[in-house]
């Protein structure tokens, strides 16, 4: 048997050693290609599951916002939301009846009553002016029962006074007693009883009475005049119904400019050239049916007062429609046999 030459083995070992090395030096780079292939596949399907965990994440975040953020809501949703809805009607009424006041001098409000009243009388009266008072209970103004017999028929009178500027002294301690004692004051707690602030007085008197009695009149009556009090009852009896009414002893005159004199008006520049005062009823005796005396009380705050109160009550009655009655009669200085005031 022959035998193969030892250069031929040894030439086919060695090209095998060749080959199977080749081999190894090419599967390397492929296993680290594919490594990183791999770890780069992993690392791309985790952002992947990464994104789409945030964007559930997200997507939640966004519903809850969306479900909790206000939505476009209406007036009516609104004032439901606060609670409003009553308030709201209440204020569109209160406009409105302020609305009908001012046009027409009309406000159905003041006290409820079963029985409406023909007249609410306010004497003015002071804190010095006790004598006085004592003087018209025995006179013409009655007291105790027969007061309250005449508030039976219809009339309420009350003597008017404010509070001392300050409160609480023995001024306002001695007009407390009193009116314990006799139960005829109506007295103003917002007024302050002064000289100067006279004007203003009027304003709370017609405020007060309104809200404590519902009466077809209210009269304001100086503290210097005595009345006939059946004569005015009568003449009240036959202005029942009339709305608007502005009655008394109307006149006019000239606005006094030269200060220090009497019935000197500071504002005397606001009656024009000719310095007249316009219609009014003197201040001795005023009577307003029920719509004007509540068209002062809900306006009492910005109606406008001059240095007396006739005349600040005739600005008054200037812009409303109101229908001026010049009675004769209330005339208290005149000689008729038939008025119904005299001066004290």
Not at 153 to 170: A, E, H, K, M
Not at 285 to 293: R, V
Request: proline share 2%; hydrophobic share 35%.
């Amino acid at each position: 048997m022959e035998t193969l030459p030892t250069t031929t083995v040894s030439s086919c070992k060695s090209e095998r050693r060749v080959r199977s090395s080749k081999y190894q030096n090419t599967s390397k780079p492929s296993v680290i290609m594919a490594f990183f292939s791999c770890v780069a596949w992993l690392y791309v399907a985790g952002r992947l599951w990464q994104d789409s965990e945030n964007r559930v994440i997200l997507n939640n975040m966004l519903k809850k916002n969306y479900d909790q953020k206000p939505k476009v809501l209406t007036v009516d949703d609104k004032l439901m939301v606060l609670g409003c809805k009553d308030l709201e009607r209440k204020i569109v009424e209160t406009e409105m009846e302020l609305t009908l006041a001012k046009s027409q001098g009309y406000l159905k409000s003041g006290p409820s009553s079963g029985k409406s009243l023909l007249a609410v009388i306010g004497v003015y009266t002071g804190f010095g002016s006790h004598l006085r008072r004592n003087s018209f209970r025995g006179s013409w103004m009655p007291q105790g029962d027969a007061l309250k017999k005449l508030e039976e028929r219809g009339v309420v009178i009350r003597f008017v006074v404010g509070r001392s500027p300050n409160r609480g002294d023995s001024l306002d301690r001695k007009i407390d007693e009193e009116d314990r004692a006799r139960k005829d004051f109506l007295i103003l707690e917002n007024h302050e009883e002064a000289q100067e602030e006279l004007p203003k007085k009027v304003k709370f008197f017609f405020s007060a009475a309104v809200q404590n009695w519902d009466a077809e009149f209210y009269i304001k009556v100086d503290d210097n005049i005595d009345l006939d009090l059946e004569g005015l009852i009568g003449l009240l009896e036959s202005r029942r119904g009339q709305d608007a009414s502005y009655i008394g002893c109307m006149k006019s005159g000239e606005v006094v400019a030269q200060e220090g004199g009497q019935w000197y008006e500071p504002e005397w520049w606001k009656f024009g050239d000719e310095k007249s005062y316009f219609r009014h009823a003197a201040g001795s005796l005023i009577i307003l049916s029920k719509n004007l005396a509540q068209y002062i009380n809900i306006n009492s705050g910005s109606l406008k007062t001059y240095a007396f109160d006739d005349t600040s009550i005739g600005s008054w009655m200037i812009g409303v429609q109101a229908t001026y009655i010049d009675d004769n009669r209330l005339c208290c200085s005149s000689i008729r046999q038939d008025k119904v005031c005299s001066v004290a």
